[in-house]
C-alpha cells in the first residue's frame, strides 16, 4: 500500500469512527503480523479513495477465522458495498482448504453493517430466525458480555462507535427494518462503544443458500 493510499484510508477512518486514533487503528488492523493472509479492496471514484475494506484470515487450530473492516466517506456509504467482496473471497479461501472449518467471527458497530450481512446472507449468529451456538460464542468471544436477550456471548466493549449523526441515531432507532430492530434491541448501546459479536459459518452450505437467497432478492 502506497504512502498516498494509507494516508486516504487515514482519512476515512478519522471520520467514520469516534474516540479512535487512525495510525492506531492502521497498525493494528492492517500492519499486524498475527493474520496468515490479507486481502484489501479499495473502492474508488473518480481516483479518489471513497471506501475500503480489509479481510484478514488467521489459522488456529483446526480452523481459520475471519475478521473485517470496513469504512467508506460518509456520503458513499451503502449497505450492500462489501458483501460481494467478503462473501466471494471468504468462499475462495474455504474452497483452497475445505478440510478445514471457517468462520467469520467479528464485531459488528452499528446496525447498518449487521442489516447489510444478515439480508444477504443464508446463515448468520445471532439472528432472529435461527439458533445460535453458544460454544463458538465462547470461544471466539471469550471477554465479551452475556446478552440478556438471547443468553449469548454477543457483545463487547470496543471503545470506539460508528460516527452517526443524533438525526442518524434516531432514525436507526426507530427503523421498521427487522434486521436493524433486532441488532438495536441485542445491542442498544451501539453508540457507546458496544459492539455485536457476530458469527458466520463459511462452508458448502453457507454456499448454496446464500446463493439461491441473494438471486431470489
Not at 486514533?21 to 471513497?50: C, H, T
Not at 469504512?71 to 458495498?81: D, I, T
Not at 448501546?189 to 453457507?206: H, K, R, S, T
Request: contains cysteine; charged residues 20%; aromatic residues 14%.
Amino acid at each position: 500500500m502506497s504512502a498516498w493510499q494509507r494516508n486516504a484510508l487515514s482519512d476515512i477512518i478519522k471520520v467514520s469512527f469516534t474516540d479512535i486514533d487512525a495510525e492506531d487503528y492502521l497498525l493494528k488492523y492492517f500492519d499486524s503480523s498475527e493474520p496468515n493472509q490479507r486481502k484489501l479492496r479499495l473502492y474508488v471514484n473518480n481516483e479518489q479513495i471513497i471506501g475500503y475494506c480489509l479481510l484478514t484470515f488467521t489459522d488456529s487450530a483446526n480452523y481459520t477465522v475471519i475478521k473485517a473492516s470496513a469504512a467508506f466517506l460518509p456520503q458513499y456509504r451503502k449497505g450492500s458495498n462489501t458483501f460481494l467482496f467478503s462473501i466471494k473471497e471468504s468462499f475462495k479461501s474455504w474452497l483452497q482448504r475445505p478440510w478445514r472449518k471457517h468462520y467469520y467471527a467479528d464485531t459488528m458497530l452499528s446496525p447498518a453493517m449487521y442489516r447489510a450481512i444478515a439480508k444477504n446472507t443464508a446463515i448468520v449468529w445471532p439472528h432472529f430466525g435461527q439458533s445460535a451456538p453458544k460454544e463458538l460464542f465462547t470461544r471466539f468471544n471469550p471477554n465479551g458480555k452475556n446478552c440478556n436477550e438471547n443468553q449469548l456471548r454477543c457483545l463487547v466493549s470496543v471503545n470506539r462507535s460508528s460516527n452517526y449523526s443524533q438525526q442518524e441515531l434516531e432514525m436507526l432507532r426507530c427503523s421498521d427494518k427487522a434486521e436493524i430492530q433486532y441488532y438495536c434491541q441485542l445491542n442498544p448501546d451501539f453508540d457507546q462503544g458496544i459492539a455485536l459479536f457476530v458469527i458466520i459459518p463459511i462452508n458448502l452450505q453457507q454456499f448454496a443458500q446464500t446463493a439461491i437467497k441473494y438471486l431470489m432478492k
